[in-house]
């Protein structure tokens, strides 16, 4: 087994890698339970009218939007580690970060039309 000392170089890009899964951990749930919680409302109980159906088409929805953006979120943290090791960090980091950043406009939108 080799012996290799952390050097401080290795510190900061491990401490980046953590901040920015930090960042996209937060906005994923800005996102998810913030506006597209809202935006699934509108859609469900004003624009469509399912009955007694729309709770658990609803309910539904947000159970299945909720393990993709945890999924996206754990496959995020090693596609982030392998960016900072190949000194691709925040490119890795915004292609993380844009398509979340995406959906919260198009939820920002629905309500408003």
């Known amino acids: 087994m080799i012996d290799q000392q952390p050097t401080a170089q290795t ?3 491990g401490a980046a890698v953590w901040g920015l899964w ?3 951990l ?3 749930a ?3 339970y913030a ?3 809202r935006a699934f409302f509108e ?3 004003v624009w469509l009218s399912l009955g007694d159906a729309t709770r658990l088409v609803y309910e539904l929805t947000m159970i299945i939007l ?3 953006v945890v999924t996206w979120i754990a ?3 090693p596609y982030l580690a392998a960016g900072a090791r190949a000194n691709r960090l925040m490119r890795r980091f915004w292609y993380v970060a844009i398509p979340l950043l995406t959906a919260g406009a198009i939820g920002l939108i629905i309500p408003m039309i």
């Open 11 to 13: 510190w900061k890009r």
């Open 22 to 24: 930090l960042l996209v």
């Open 26 to 28: 937060g906005l994923a």
């Open 30 to 32: 800005i996102v998810i």
């Open 35 to 37: 506006i597209w919680l």
């Open 43 to 45: 859609i469900y109980y």
């Open 66 to 68: 909720t393990i993709g």
């Open 75 to 77: 496959i995020g943290e």
